[in-house]
């Protein structure tokens, strides 16, 4: 049974940080690139980052540049998202994401709320 499990989420205040993590288990996670993607109210669901399979590469979209950091444990079967300096722009459930060829799994979310 195919499971991706969220945590980390919260409520921190603008300018605080966030480590978002993802357990992985059922497939073969060290085969799959990772994602993680947010949904704000109202909406639609973007890609905030990706990592290659063996992490030797990964891509923010540009609003996350400088901010954001995506990384994995292949051992740990984990993907983690550490986000700094974040805005109320940056409120919105995060997902965590598997995807290899036409195989796609996703996670419930955690939700961010970014609050003074």
């Known amino acids: 049974q195919v499971q991706l499990v969220e945590s980390g989420g919260g409520l921190v205040q603008p300018g605080g940080s966030l480590r978002l993590s993802c357990a992985a288990s059922g497939f073969a996670f060290s085969t799959y690139s990772m994602n993680w993607y947010r949904q704000a109210p109202g909406k639609e669901r973007e890609l905030v980052a990706t990592?290659?399979?063996?992490?030797?590469?990964?891509d923010y979209a540009d609003s996350m540049k400088g901010r954001f950091t995506i990384s994995r444990d292949n051992a740990k079967n984990t993907v983690y998202l550490q986000m700094n300096n974040l805005n109320v722009e940056d409120t919105a459930v995060y997902y965590c994401?598997?995807?290899?060829?036409?195989?796609?799994?996703w996670g419930q979310g955690t939700q961010v709320t970014v609050s003074s």
């Open positions: 994401n598997a995807k290899k060829r036409f195989l796609d799994y």
């Open positions: 990592i290659t399979s063996v992490g030797d590469s990964t």
